[in-house]
């Protein structure tokens, strides 16, 4: 039986507590200061249910579907149903120095953290019994074969040599176009675009693109799964391209609204973190600071110009972000990778091995179009039994007395 | 001149917005402001959360006006806060001594527009 190292294991608990802290408080602070005040709780609510939802549903069968015994390259099989043979001792197939639950219950917050993304998509409208029956469905149909395809022994991707450190094409690519399908199927908000509602409190999102950025760090460093010289690299690699891209941003802001907004730094860093996810591991600093650059660039050109121009209700950026800093992260590993970072990984293209841009396309690719089918028909389905909006009315008094009959402050005592 | 004063349910004021702004009533001041009526804070189903005691949450417009425009503006409130149910909010028409623009010293009638 290969040996535990206590080393290695106290990162990888401590990094699965950073992950988590990512979708609550981070992601849920994030989105809620992003909402209307009558809708702050049911948009923390999300974030905090999926919190709860997944992790049962991870531990009965959503390990075992994206990591169990490969069915095919494309799924786990049910062996590891109820964590069934899934043990204290390592599984040298994914981390041969720390217990295998430990590596089960890591991979179980970034299983919590996706599903969470797409919440930006459809907040403000959906309908919580609706909302609570997609995110399992979604989790089981699309992220757990994914997760399989990138990061499972015997899935199809990781088989082809794709590079995906941390996620890239696992989490925010699935969760970015599925977000964008969500959007199209639900409609706008009620006077969107001609009313756009402004954020109710900024102060809620700068903190929590702050926890996102802190719990980030057990997101791409704990991704070696060792405390050794890639978890430091891919740290630095987290910060680097994280603060590249919020500097970028605001100076865009700068030059676009006459003013470097903060609204703007707190996107620009999401989407600087986004977008060196499936790199950290793979380059160096200066690809970072690159890879920082070209991802504020695209992705504020997606949220302020695109948007507004093709006029989906994407109301906080899922698809903006994720989907499109996702997409330019994952190609751009296949770009500035290099071998003398990560022994595992491979050369990119500009130390001469520009097929792995192609491999990295192809992986795109695939986890685009499969994430958006199954999207467009659970929500297509869903829409027509459960329905996903609620009804106008309740849409105009809010989602969180309408779905929970609570409301987030009072106007006085 | 009269001071119209209008304590409407709060998810009713984009529509009362629209409809003001369909008379050509744009000039308002909106305030949040809890109250109950003669059902002493009795909420229905989705219709407002208790704040201290009996209170319910509230908006309140007031917007001075001409008297040719007090009917416009009574009837575009009503049109835009009316549901039909209990908690859809009174109007209230007062007299108006004097209107002042800050800005120019202007007063009465041309203050007001």
């Excluded at chain 1, 039986?1 to 990162?11: F, S």
């Excluded at chain 2, 008297?67 to 149910?85: E, L, S």
Aim: proline share 3%; net charge neutral; glycine share 12%.
């Amino acid at each position: 039986m290969p040996a535990i190292n206590y080393g290695d294991t106290a990162w990888m608990l401590v990094s699965t507590a950073l992950v988590m802290a990512m979708t609550a408080p981070g992601l849920a602070m994030f989105y809620g200061g992003l909402v209307r005040r009558k809708n702050v709780l049911s948009t923390m609510m999300q974030s905090f249910i999926i919190l709860c939802l997944i992790s049962v549903q991870w531990v009965l069968w959503g390990y075992s579907l994206a990591f169990g015994p490969d069915a095919g390259h494309f799924v786990g099989n049910l062996s590891w149903f109820a964590l069934n043979g899934v043990g204290l001792a390592p599984n040298a197939d994914y981390a041969a120095t720390i217990p295998h639950q430990l590596f089960m219950v890591y991979q179980m917050m970034f299983a919590v953290i996706t599903p969470a993304l797409i919440t930006g998509a459809f907040a403000e409208r959906i309908k919580f019994s609706t909302f609570v029956v997609f995110t399992l469905l979604w989790a089981t149909l699309v992220y757990d074969p994914v997760a399989h395809w990138v990061w499972g022994k015997g899935g199809w991707l990781h088989n082809l040599g794709a590079l995906d450190f941390a996620g890239g094409t696992v989490v925010h690519i699935s969760s970015g176009i599925s977000a964008l399908v969500f959007a199209l199927v639900i409609g706008k908000r009620v006077g969107y675009p001609k009313i756009t509602p402004a954020p109710h409190n900024m102060t809620y999102t700068v903190i929590g693109a702050a926890l996102l950025w802190f719990g980030w760090f057990g997101f791409n460093a704990g991704s070696a799964l060792a405390a050794n010289e890639l978890a430091v690299s891919a740290f630095i690699n987290t910060n680097t391209a994280t603060a590249t891209a919020a500097l970028a941003w605001i100076v865009i802001d700068w030059f676009v609204t006459r003013r470097p907004t903060v609204l703007g730094a707190a996107t620009g860093a999401v989407a600087g973190l986004v977008a060196i996810t499936p790199a950290a591991g793979f380059v160096t600093p200066m690809g970072a600071i690159a890879i920082g650059i070209v991802v504020a660039i695209v992705c504020y050109t997606s949220v302020a110009v695109i948007k507004g121009k093709l006029g989906y209700d994407d109301s906080l950026d899922a698809f903006g972000v994720h989907g499109v800093g996702g997409t330019v992260g994952a190609l751009l590993t296949g770009v500035f990778a290099s071998k003398m970072i990560n022994s595992g990984g491979a050369d990119g293209g500009i130390f001469g091995n520009w097929k792995q841009v192609g491999i990295q396309a192809i992986a795109v690719v695939a986890v685009i179009a499969y994430a958006a089918v199954v999207t467009l028909i659970l929500t297509k389905v869903l829409n027509l039994i459960m329905g996903l909006r609620v009804k106008d009315e309740d849409e105009a008094i809010g989602l969180d007395i309408t779905q929970h009959k609570e409301s987030a402050y009072t106007l006085i005592d | 001149m009269k001071l119209v004063i209008a304590i409407i349910q709060p998810h009713k004021l984009d529509d009362v917005m629209r409809e003001l702004d369909l008379q050509e009533i744009h000039l308002k001041t909106v305030t949040n402001v809890l109250g109950c009526g003669r059902q002493k804070g009795v909420t229905e189903v989705y219709r407002g959360v208790k704040e201290a005691g009996t209170l319910l949450k509230k908006v309140r417009l007031e917007i001075g006006v001409n008297d040719a425009f007090v009917q416009p503006t009574v009837d575009a409130i009503i049109k835009g806060a009316r549901t039909g149910n209990i908690g859809d909010g009174k109007i209230f028409v007062l007299p108006m001594e004097e209107c002042i623009r800050i800005r120019s010293g202007e007063k009465g009638k041309v203050a007001i527009g």
